[in-house]
């Protein structure tokens, strides 16, 4: 008998922002985001996505992979 997690999964937004576009738009030197924090993209969630949608999504992805 087995105890302990059978899979695990999760889910994200689709939409993201350039993390260039975004330090443009706010008067920041690119690199900030670029070097500093290693990041080229952000993603970001429309106004109909929140945590639930997101954990929906995710049990959806273990639901199929497990075939129930």
């Known amino acids: 008998m087995g ?3 059978e899979g695990i ?3 994200i937004p689709e939409h ?3 993390m260039q576009e975004l330090a443009s738009a706010r008067g920041i030197n ?3 985001y670029t070097k ?3 990041q080229r993209e952000m993603s970001v969630p429309t106004p109909c996505e ?3 949608v ?3 999504g995710a049990g959806r992805k ?3 992979k497990f075939n129930i």
Request: glycine share 12%; charged share 20%; proline share 4%.
């Open 62 to 64: 273990l639901l199929k």
């Open 30 to 32: 690119p690199i900030k």
């Open 3 to 5: 105890i302990g997690l």
């Open 16 to 18: 993201f922002i350039d």
């Open 36 to 38: 500093g924090l290693g």
């Open 9 to 11: 999964a999760f889910d």
């Open 50 to 52: 929140d945590s639930v």
């Open 54 to 56: 997101f954990a929906a």
